[in-house]
């Protein structure tokens, strides 16, 4: 019986209880430091709560320093359910690095609005917590686990503004929509778990390889799965929710789902389908090219007739979603193209968020001058602020792809993958390609606005707070040199795939 087998692993983890503690110390820390925002907090007056900001920040980067430590080591965990490898580690790093500038960003932001700092923070991490177990999950309950301590706090987070109707609604849509395709994920786990008679990633993929895979139902496993990860990344058809969550959430919190968030969902989805399902991608591979096409265009076309900023980089969120889709599309032709889509899907993330994380920044930087966050809000911020336009100028290119920005070069790595697979791989190039050229219509509108709009005199100058101005000129700078010197940071993805270990 298959349960039994799992009751053996689980007394066999009692009989022996070895925890590798060097393993997990990034989330060791991130956890004390989560329990220390929320009892600092307690202590504080009301004047003083924004000090849970910084104590936040040390124990992330104390985090972070405890992942840098793990580079190139290779360990496991909780009985071969939790490893330490290249592709953990760069995602960790990633995600600790994605927390601090969260964190730098959300601190004005919450210190002059009418919110419950402490509380902030303390669920902030705690989603951060999730995003940092992920990429080390090789179990499906540990991926379960995961991915409900990142989107659970995330409920909370989209409705902070609690006075907001736009902000209740949003959480409401969130939490509905989330819930259900949670329910849809794990009765597929639990068919994957009938069939294989393991819930191990390695264990479901030699199972799948024999006579079980081919069965109606494994396949049907196999689809909702993908259905309850593709609300997690915001894809066709389920990418309703995200629209409206973005824009009723603090803006703080929209770039948080539209990066992190959004990465800890592929970084599950990695996982599960090129190491549990990828025997099976003879299946799945083409239900993927569907996904990829139609979330990428559809995000697209809906953003031409957006008019609110927020609004709009949800709907290019989407699109950017289809973009990172598609090498999953390219899966199960040969062992290098597998590698070689999988590095694609790793590098266009972590560009990905670089520029995301960029624009947010700016909108934030202008957020108490134009609330409404309108495009007509940024009417001659090339006079108000040119710190700001000059660098959300270069967020924009990059976004659409265009040369010689980061994004250029994330979409080249895609599109060298697709045409190597050849097949149906050039045909989804070509997709991208059109879907490129129709997003740089409302990018290059937000530039024109910027620059080209007049502006009611006299000109007042927008001054963005230190911290943010700091993430403006970051995210600028590492646009730039992905864009000038992008083999620098190319290799870093193919030492960290998954594919034939």
Sequence with gaps: MPHLGVLAQVTQAIKNPAIDYHAIAPELVLAGTIFAVLIFDLFLPADRKWMSMPLAFVGTAGSLAATLTLIGAHRETFGGSYVVDNFAVLFKVFFTVTALVILALSLRFFREGRYYQGEYYFLLLSSFLGMLT????????MLFISLELVSAPGFLLAGFRKGDPRSNEAALKFFLISVLSTAVMLYGMSLIFGVTGTTRLDGIAKALEGPAGGSNLALAAILFVVA??????????FQFWAPDTYEGSPVPVAAFLSVASKAAGFAGLLQIMFVAFLPRADFWAPIFAYLSVFTMTLGNLVALQQRQVVRLLAYSSIAQAGYILLPFALAGHSASVDKEAFAAVMLYILIYAVMNLGAFAVVIGISREAPGMLIDDFAGLGQRAGALAVPMTMFL???????????FWGKFFIFRAAIDRGGIGPWLAIAMVVNSVISLVYYISIVRTMFFEPVAEPVRPIRAPALVTGVVGLAAAGVVAVGLFPQLFAHFPPLSTLVGQ
């Design 134 to 141: 992920m990429p080390s999950s090789r179990d499906l309950l």
């Design 397 to 407: 290119i990059s976004l659409a792809g265009i040369p010689p920005f980061a994004g």
């Design 228 to 237: 309850g990860f593709a609300f997690k990344v915001s894809a066709f058809p």
